[in-house]
């Protein structure tokens, strides 16, 4: 591969696990999270001058959303952080060296699958998924991204370019057949949007679990200042958008919270709302069925569901459903099921109309799938993990540089606000919605921005080395 002098290498890793306690309940599908932990690296790197730099990364380890299973979470759990702690060490004495697109891609394609695949040999009948080992490696992939940044002394999106890139995009990824496209000669860079906005519109998460109206509270829910129900968080940040998590696998209980929540919306002010069915749904019927009726029976509300984000398995290899019906409603949005550009070439075939990228899959894997994405003409949006602290900022920085359909889902703010005070004070609009939005005007410097040195945070021990 050809080199340039800006190319960087990983020369160590410091690993940090932080825990993390919920509010209240934050449902994944058929399982309630109520602690997480939050995997946080250092990760230094040097140019081939000896030129050193220092990036951060951090993820929740998300156990329900990452794996779905009927193992218990502690299991999972500990899991994901056993395998973090072996990434650490693959990391730190992984040697390729170039731009983080290239260093990034060349550890997904060939050390993480060689990892995972260890690691699952060791645990027999119970692997872990390559969502759970993506997840895993995000935040050393980000933190990489960082410190390339830091490096330069440049913002990281500054840095997709031809003049620090040693390969195009087609080295990456390739068009879908008899698609009109070419990567040749394009970057990263040539998909974000010009003008990156300062200011995104925030999507509020409506939970499995969350109460609705007063006579669902049962005295137990927390007094510590911030919103419980609904119609409050709505009042409270001038919410205008509402992403309402549904069961997948109840008709009537899914509609029925769609016009709750539709009505409340109405009521309040509140413009814009997508439902999230859970991966629960084999049958497009189901959410065609519910679509339908919500358009006969509520107009208003049906023209308020902006998409409708993965109702299918995550599986999408194993469940090559045809959405086109649906698509043909509503936009489809992919996320759970669009690990790769790959995932999302199927996915396209197959109906799907757009895809929320995650920064949590790696910000390399969620650049490409960018890049692909808006290269066949679908729509982005960025979902959260629920995101605190650090985790946040690579985060609301994707959404921004993306042009998506509608601004950024953030609800860590609603399920643990307290673990993101520290960073809160250095970035005051990226951890509270006011009027409805998130503001991006506090990150200024190299890399992602974070502005490490100001926030006041003590870590734990490291867990590695």
């Avoid at 696990?17 to 946080?40: H, M, Q």
């Avoid at 929740?60 to 990434?87: G, I, N």
């Avoid at 799907?352 to 894997?365: D, E, I, N, P, R």
Wanted: charged share 25%; proline share 7%.
């Amino acid at each position: 591969m050809p080199s340039k002098p800006t190319d960087i290498h990983v020369t160590g890793a410091t690993l940090y696990f932080l825990p993390v306690d919920t509010r209240i309940p934050l449902k994944f599908g058929p399982e309630t999270t109520t602690y997480v932990t939050c995997a946080r690296v250092a990760l230094s790197v040097a140019d081939a001058n000896n030129n050193t730099a220092v990036g951060w990364g951090e993820t929740p380890l998300s156990v329900q959303w990452v794996w779905p299973s009927d193992l218990s979470y502690e299991e999972r759990h500990e899991a994901m952080k056993t395998f973090c702690r072996q990434l650490a060490q693959a990391w730190r004495t992984f040697k390729t060296a170039g731009h983080p697109m290239e260093v990034g891609f060349a550890f997904q394609e060939k050390e993480l699958p060689r990892l995972l695949k260890s690691f699952n040999k060791s645990r027999g009948d119970r692997p872990m998924p390559w969502l759970g080992a993506l997840v895993c490696c995000s935040l050393f992939d980000i933190a990489l991204h960082d410190a390339y940044g830091k490096l330069l002394g440049k913002p990281v999106y500054e840095t997709y370019t031809a003049e620090y890139m040693n390969r195009d995009l087609a080295h990456f990824i390739e068009p879908a057949a008899g698609a009109d496209v070419s990567f040749a000669g394009k970057y990263p860079a040539d998909f974000f949007v010009p003008d990156p906005p300062k200011e995104l519109p925030a999507w509020h998460l409506v939970g499995g679990k969350d109460l609705i109206e007063p006579e669902e509270l049962t005295g137990l829910e927390p007094n510590d200042g911030y919103p419980v129900l609904l119609r409050d968080w709505i009042r409270a940040d001038g919410l205008t958008c509402l992403k309402v998590k549904l069961r997948g696998n109840d008709p009537r209980w899914d509609y029925d919270r769609l016009v709750k929540v539709g009505q409340i919306a109405i009521e309040e002010g509140a413009l814009w709302l997508t439902s999230d069915f859970n991966c629960t749904v084999t049958d497009p019927a189901y959410v065609n069925d519910i679509l339908d009726k919500l358009c006969l029976e509520h107009p208003r509300i049906y023209g308020m569901i902006l998409y409708v984000e993965q109702p299918f398995p995550y599986e999408l290899e194993e469940h090559q459903i045809d959405v086109h019906s649906v698509s043909a409603r509503k936009p489809l949005f992919m996320d759970e099921s669009c690990h790769d550009w790959k995932l999302i070439r199927l996915g396209r075939s197959l109906g799907w109309t757009g895809v929320a990228l995650k920064t949590c899959k790696t910000q390399t894997g969620a650049l490409l799938s960018l890049c692909w994405a808006k290269a066949h003409g679908m729509t982005l949006m960025v979902q959260d993990l629920t995101n605190p602290m650090l985790a946040q900022i690579p985060h609301c920085l994707l959404a921004a540089h993306a042009g998506t359909i509608m601004g950024v889902e953030t609800n860590a703010m609603q399920f643990y606000p307290a673990a993101s005070l520290a960073e809160e004070k250095v970035h005051p609009g990226l951890y509270k919605r006011r009027k409805g939005c998130v503001s991006l005007d506090s990150l200024h410097g190299a890399g992602f921005g974070y502005r490490v040195e100001d926030i006041e945070r003590k870590l734990p021990d490291p867990v590695f080395p």
